[in-house]
């Protein structure tokens, strides 16, 4: 049995995965601030989930960890962390240590891009997340939590709408990181020269229209979930939440035809906090993807909007997929 450990700005989930796949409800607890705080959360979380079930985590095989900002995945060490308040921190070794257990680190968005991966690959998972996106509560003998029997091929970009805007490319089950780890980071790439001041320093990147902060920004409110607010009031037929929405459709679809211009994915996963937005977001990105694709041949002849799909609600992308990468 292995661990997976997805550490989060504000929560920690982690899940024990078995030889077969399967897995079982993540278990979750408030993230600490700070190296320390950080690293007892992640501990905690290793053992209370040994507690659950009933064993020593001796038993634990490996663990995996992601977790947001620089990582150095060879030597286990994040850097650059800025909301978990993580300079830098050796978090392998040290987390290794304390458990007795070997640990591999990945950057979160890459570890959840293995996990949509591997998702993905399964026929049948596959074909669930071209219907309603049913939530997926409990492992399943031949769905997403019994992925280990199935071939991990094909290319992949998982799509991380959140508080901003990444990517994780696969290729044939191996993560593509480029000369520096940078691969995938598209939330950066500008698009609009005339565009508001990123918070990397640049203007009019592609972040500043299609995250989370982008919507924030854009859609002024103090509802508790200003994207869903927007999303309800552009259902009801309000001209500025309808427009605002256009606007953010087609920052997304930008970033899916960036993803498969660049690397030709077979498909891309739409995930992170903003895919909790259900069919709304899908159809609204397939249909940016469909307009540009009726007036360019070349457009329509790479059938965008067919690629994109979403992560089911209640899968735990990262923490299964750092469970992935713990076995590397």
């Known amino acids: 049995m292995r661990i997976g450990v997805d550490i989060g700005g504000t929560k920690t989930a982690a899940i024990a995965v078995a ?4 897995f079982g409800e993540p278990l979750r607890r408030a993230t600490g601030f700070g190296a320390r705080e950080v690293l007892d959360s992640a501990e905690a979380s290793v053992r209370a989930l040994a507690a659950r079930a009933g064993l020593d985590v001796s038993a634990f095989t490996s663990i995996g960890v992601g977790i947001p900002g620089a990582v150095d995945n060879a030597n286990g060490i994040v850097s650059h962390a800025v909301n978990l308040g993580v300079s830098e921190l050796a978090l392998g070794r040290e987390l290794g240590e304390r458990i007795g257990v070997p640990v591999r680190v990945e950057n979160d968005v890459k570890a959840a891009a293995l996990g949509a991966h591997r998702l993905t690959t399964d026929t049948l998972a596959t074909a669930s997340l071209e219907a309603d996106r049913p939530a997926l509560d409990r492992p399943t003998a031949d769905g997403v939590g019994a992925a280990s029997g199935n071939p991990v091929g094909g290319s992949m970009a998982y799509l991380n709408l959140g508080t901003g805007l990444a990517a994780g490319i696969v290729q044939q089950g191996v993560l593509l990181r480029g000369a520096t780890g940078t691969a995938g980071e598209i939330g950066h790439l500008p698009i609009d020269p005339a565009g508001v001041l990123c918070g990397c320093g640049q203007v009019g990147c592609l972040e500043t229209v299609a995250s989370g902060s982008a919507i924030t920004r854009m859609w002024p409110s103090r509802a508790e979930y200003p994207a869903l607010e927007l999303f309800e009031l552009a259902a009801a037929g309000d001209a500025r939440a309808l427009a605002v929405q256009r606007t953010f459709f ?43 694709s009726s007036s360019s041949p070349f457009l329509a002849s790479l059938a965008l909007s067919e690629r994109v799909r979403l992560i089911p609600i209640g899968f735990p992308a990262a923490a299964f997929g750092a469970a992935l990468v713990g076995v590397k």
């Open 19 to 22: 030889d077969d796949g399967s």
């Open 250 to 292: 087609e920052g997304v679809a930008a970033g899916v035809r960036t993803l498969v211009l660049t690397v030709d994915v077979d498909r891309v996963v739409i995930g992170g906090g903003l895919s909790a937005l259900g069919d709304p977001l899908l159809r609204g990105v397939r249909g940016v993807l469909a307009d540009w």
